[in-house]
């Protein structure tokens, strides 16, 4: 496959793991721009660049907006440098905010555990009551 190729909604879907309500979504939110012929939707090379983004900061926790506003700086025309910076700034913001819900959820999941731990304690006294008992 060269890297030119024109790529159907088939392709894409089976390419990048997503379904064509994802591709036509992406679409209508001016994200991706495919060639149109009649009903037909045909990929290029920089859709896929796109895509390939867009999943990303997607998985990132990146906002639609935040993925555009990026994919935009795209064409100024200093080597990127905008862009990159701007992913940066974004990039360190939504790590912060990982850490922070990771360290939450650290906690949560410690209480959790401590909880669990009384629960058993008291459900194995309460066991052994009834044996004695018996």
């Given at each position: 496959m060269t890297d030119d190729r024109i790529m159907t909604i088939?392709?894409?879907?089976?390419?990048?793991?997503?379904?064509?309500?994802?591709?036509?979504?992406?679409?209508?939110?001016?994200?991706l721009f495919p060639i149109r012929e009649?009903?037909?939707?045909l990929f290029t090379k920089r859709d896929r660049a796109r895509l390939k983004l867009i999943l990303r900061g997607?998985?990132?926790?990146f906002s639609l907006e935040e993925i555009r506003q990026l994919l935009d700086l795209?064409?100024?025309?200093?080597?990127?440098?905008?862009?990159?910076?701007?992913?940066?700034e974004i990039a360190q913001q939504r790590l912060s905010d990982?850490?922070?819900?990771r360290d939450e959820l650290n906690q949560a999941i410690d209480e959790l555990k401590e909880q669990m731990r009384w629960g058993e304690?008291?459900?194995a006294s309460m066991d052994q009551s009834k044996r004695a008992a018996e």
């Open positions: 088939r392709e894409m879907c089976d390419a990048y793991d997503v379904t064509p309500r994802t591709l036509r979504f992406y679409e209508a939110k001016e994200l009649g009903q037909k939707r997607k998985r990132f926790g795209y064409h100024m025309g200093d080597q990127q440098q905008t862009q990159l910076a701007r992913t940066y990982m850490e922070a819900q304690k008291m459900l």
